[in-house]
């Protein structure tokens, strides 16, 4: 059976030269940290990697710090020490977006009584009002804001708010995973203080990520993991070399790309639209309304739960999600579109499509295809049985 792959917010398939580059580096046998000339050779791949972590950014290389992947970076972030100073105020208080990946929401390190949940506005966006009045309060705080949802392909006003924090005298954490290698950013015109990166989710190998300070100096805070002090004492651990290349491979692969992928992808996205409002003309896409990933596509049905239909598109050879892949593998309703004031019986039936690198209009069909027999058949079991 032809098998189509329309999952690429949960994972890209891996890059050609991806794959190239985890290979060439497994023959590299010292230790990154040795100073001998095998361990040079191993460092040399890192630091390359690094510098190309840093110029999709607009940083300098030093600001990198490598991690098994965005959770990680995400959890060593949100501490109270988040690049503070001696000298300068703690952060008191931590601001979530409600719609924010499980590891902003469950990864944090501070106390829940000094957490707050800003609310999204019914298009997926923060509420800045209710941002602006929060910042307002007593206690510097630190926003914790994705770059784009990674359910809904929802982008956020994340240099808007940043702007609101930083006059306030707080800071914002960026999770700008599905931003990257989709749309073109850096720091600075996000307005970000730090940012997380994952290579799986532009093609390249997992277990592979990235801490990115801008404005913060992360060494000051407590580091996550502790031990020989590695990355300039802020992740210990020997660097995984192997991974880190295929991570450096897939960003060149990508930011070669983009200025051509971007728009195809987005056709692409729309036709899929089409296709789903075709066979369901009463389908609710999901951010329509509100700026979106090129790639990404969430959408509801009417009365089909979204279990069964994945069911069923599974079987005809499609793959597709019905939200974050991080949740255990459960089909359970989105906490991002309940923080968007959808009904619970329609956002039961949330399915999200998303396309990458190796998409094609073929794909589409193929979905197309296997997306309006799938309804055709529920619809007309449904009827049978109000019969």
């Avoid at 990674?150 to 700008?176: K, R, Y």
């Amino acid at each position: 059976m032809t098998r189509t792959y329309l999952d690429y917010n949960a994972t890209a398939p891996i890059r050609r030269e991806a794959r190239a580059a985890v290979i060439a580096a497994m023959e590299a046998t010292g230790n990154p940290s040795s100073v001998h000339a095998e361990g040079r050779a191993a460092r040399r791949i890192v630091e390359d990697v690094r510098g190309g972590v840093a110029s999709l950014c607009g940083v300098a290389a030093r600001c990198v710090t490598f991690a098994s992947g965005a959770t990680e970076a995400v959890n060593a972030a949100l501490n109270p020490r988040f690049g503070v100073g001696p000298k300068e105020s703690p952060i008191e208080r931590l601001i979530v977006a409600a719609g924010e990946h499980p590891c902003a929401l469950h990864g944090h390190r501070f106390p829940l009584s000094t957490v707050e949940m800003a609310p999204l506005c019914p298009d997926g966006r923060i509420d800045l009002d209710w941002l602006a009045d929060a910042c307002g309060r007593p206690g510097r705080a630190l926003l914790a804001l994705q770059g784009a949802n990674n359910e809904t392909g929802v982008v956020q006003p994340v240099s808007e708010a940043a702007a609101i924090v930083h006059a306030a005298g707080g800071l914002l954490f960026c999770d700008a995973v599905q931003l990257a290698g989709r749309v073109s950013f850096n720091a600075a015109a996000l307005g970000a203080d730090a940012l997380a990166l994952s290579a799986h989710k532009i093609g390249g190998p997992k277990g592979a990520g990235a801490l990115v300070a801008a404005n913060v100096d992360l060494s000051l805070g407590e580091p996550l993991i502790r031990g020989g002090g590695q990355e300039r004492g802020a992740r210990a651990g020997t660097e995984s070399v192997a991974s880190i290349a295929g991570f450096g491979a897939a960003i060149r692969a990508c930011v070669a790309d983009m200025a051509e992928e971007a728009p195809r992808l987005l056709a692409l996205r729309e036709h899929l639209a089409d296709h789903v409002r075709g066979a369901a003309p009463d389908a609710v896409i999901f951010g329509e309304s509100a700026p979106r990933l090129p790639n990404t596509l969430c959408f509801a049905v009417p009365g089909i739960e979204a279990a069964t239909l994945m069911i069923a598109l599974d079987l005809a050879g499609v793959a597709v999600s019905s939200g974050s892949a991080c949740s255990s593998g459960k089909v359970t309703p989105s906490h991002v579109l309940a923080a968007m004031g959808v009904a619970p019986d329609l956002a039961r039936g949330a399915i999200r499509v998303s396309v990458g690198w190796a998409s094609t209009d073929r794909d589409a069909e193929h979905f197309a295809e296997a997306f309006s027999g799938a309804i055709r058949r529920m619809r007309a079991g449904r009827a049978a049985g109000a019969v």
